[in-house]
């Protein structure tokens, strides 16, 4: 099945039971100053649910752009994280609860009317306390205890503001993907053998100042699910990257670059965090972010330098990145307008950016030439920490590309004095930060999606960016 067919049954399916379908919103949040980036589902509703506005039918489904930054270190290595992806998600604005949502749940993914996965593969994890969704799961669907997993973490809370249990649903990938023997394998545990797919919370209490639980006059549903991760399943591939949503730009990339996909392990990593910036880019871009040194535009500015360093890795040394957002529109013009309408305007500027990154790298590198000659002309055989900071802040340049040139010089760098200067950096950073009050939404990611942890997310990219 096509992934653009599972993102229409989603729709229908919920249409079907009454629902509203709302459009993606913008990446950018609206009028919400605590998220850096729509990072699930239930972000731009977030006016329903605190109850600002009142939707004209409390029942809602979407399919919405998100981007997660603070997945970027897992982005290549896991088979399931993306920096951008799409969260099919459907929402009771204090209308239906814990049964319908739990039967559709059920009905969506086992009725071969539509997706039809074998019901034997999956199994919950569902709040200790939350008796109701136990009993649900249990007694209505009748799914064996054995196959109900009770975990403490299964509870978003922020602080003062609305917040419930939740329950997700995860897919057995098989003995292909792991073996049972493994405590890691089972639900819950980092192994990806058990996928999760779809996190159902029920947001039913308040928390209140002063720290009491009293339960919400109007309750609310928010489910987030992974369109790529029921593409992996459905499509029988082994990583979301293998599916029609991300074959295509991996091919093309691999006929740029001259090298095969599944060939070579570095390789592969460097295809899939290509594939993976490049929707990212592309889609930000046309929802009207610009790379610049600051807020949204650093992360876009950071993710495309991180691909053409990782175009690097793969021999590519000019600009290319902009020849996959033909391919990128063409995958999801179908249902995202924006990315073929813009098309033209995305190339261009992730064309010039690009070719200012290629200028910037080149200026660092004679910088760094001149550095080297005035430290051997002093008779020092080290770069100081500030000198690879500058390299690194000015030049986007990585602590490791400083380091090789120094080493074939027969120097070193100070790595130490380097990472001061990063903290200092990022200290800053943390005092320019402005904290506000957030509600949140979903249970896993919750801690992610506070402007505060947004930032953190920030600081991996540039964490993430010296190693590369
Ligand atoms: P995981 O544990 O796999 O990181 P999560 O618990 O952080 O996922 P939720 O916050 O519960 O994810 O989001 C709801 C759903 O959105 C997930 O069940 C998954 O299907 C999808 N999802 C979340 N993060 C990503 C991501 N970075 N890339 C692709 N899909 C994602
Ligand atoms: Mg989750
Ligand atoms: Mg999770
Ligand atoms: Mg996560």
Not at 81 to 110: C, P, Q, R, V
Not at 336 to 361: M, P, W
Not at 445 to 458: C, P
Request: glycine share 8%; with cysteine; net charge negative.
């Amino acid at each position: 099945m096509k992934a653009s067919e599972i993102r229409s049954k989603w729709l229908a399916f919920f249409e079907s039971k009454g629902h509203h379908v709302e459009p993606s919103a913008s990446l950018v949040p609206h009028n919400d100053p605590s998220l850096l980036w729509i990072n699930a589902g239930m972000a731009p509703l977030k006016s329903y649910f605190d109850g600002r506005v009142i939707p004209d039918n409390p029942r809602i489904v979407n399919s919405q752009k998100c981007i997660r930054t603070n997945d970027i270190e897992n982005v290549g290595k896991t088979r399931r994280h993306h920096t951008f992806f799409e969260m099919l998600g459907n929402f009771s604005i204090g209308d239906y609860f814990k049964e319908e949502t739990i039967s559709w749940a059920w009905e969506f993914l086992t009725s071969p009317q539509w997706i039809g996965f074998d019901p034997e593969r999956l199994s919950v994890t569902v709040y200790p306390e939350d008796e109701e969704a136990y009993r649900y799961w249990n007694e209505k669907i009748g799914l064996p205890a054995e196959r109900i997993y009770k975990l403490d973490e299964n509870f978003w809370d922020i602080g003062e503001g609305p917040c419930g249990p939740c329950t997700e649903i995860f897919y057995d990938r098989g003995d292909k993907y792991g073996d049972l023997s493994d405590p890691e394998c089972w639900p819950g545990g980092e192994n990806e053998r058990f996928l999760e797919v779809w996190n159902l919370v029920f947001s039913q209490f308040n928390h209140n100042k002063d720290g009491s639980y009293t339960p919400l006059p109007n309750k609310n549903i928010d489910t987030g699910a992974g369109l790529e991760r029921f593409a992996s399943i459905l499509q029988d591939v082994p990583s979301n990257f293998d599916t029609d949503l991300f074959r295509p730009i991996i091919d093309r990339t691999c006929e740029i670059a001259g090298v095969r996909y599944n060939e070579n392990a570095d390789h592969d990593v460097a295809l899939k965090v290509i594939a993976d910036h490049i929707r990212t880019v592309a889609f930000a871009v046309g929802d009207g972010v610009l790379p610049s040194n600051e807020g949204r535009g650093y992360v876009i500015r950071r993710l495309l330098r991180r691909a053409v360093r990782y175009g690097k890795t793969l021999g590519v040394d000019r600009p290319f990145l902009y020849e996959l957002v033909k391919v990128v529109s063409g995958i999801m013009g179908v249902y995202y307008t924006e990315v073929v309408d813009k098309r033209e305007f995305i190339e261009k500027v992730i064309l010039s950016e690009e070719e200012r990154f290629h200028e910037t790298l080149s200026d660092g590198l004679s910088l760094l030439s001149e550095l080297v000659k005035a430290a051997e002309t002093a008779g020092i055989r080290e770069i100081s920490g500030q000198d690879a900071f500058k390299l690194y802040d000015t030049y986007g340049f990585p602590f490791d590309l400083t380091e090789d040139y120094a080493i074939e010089q027969g120097m070193t760098v100070d790595r130490a004095g380097f990472d001061t200067a990063m903290e200092e950096q990022r200290e800053r950073a943390r005092a320019a930060r402005q904290d506000t009050g957030s509600m949140n939404v979903q249970g896993g990611a919750l801690s992610e999606l506070t402007e505060k942890s947004e930032f953190i997310g920030y600081q991996q990219l540039m964490i993430e960016d010296a190693k590369v």
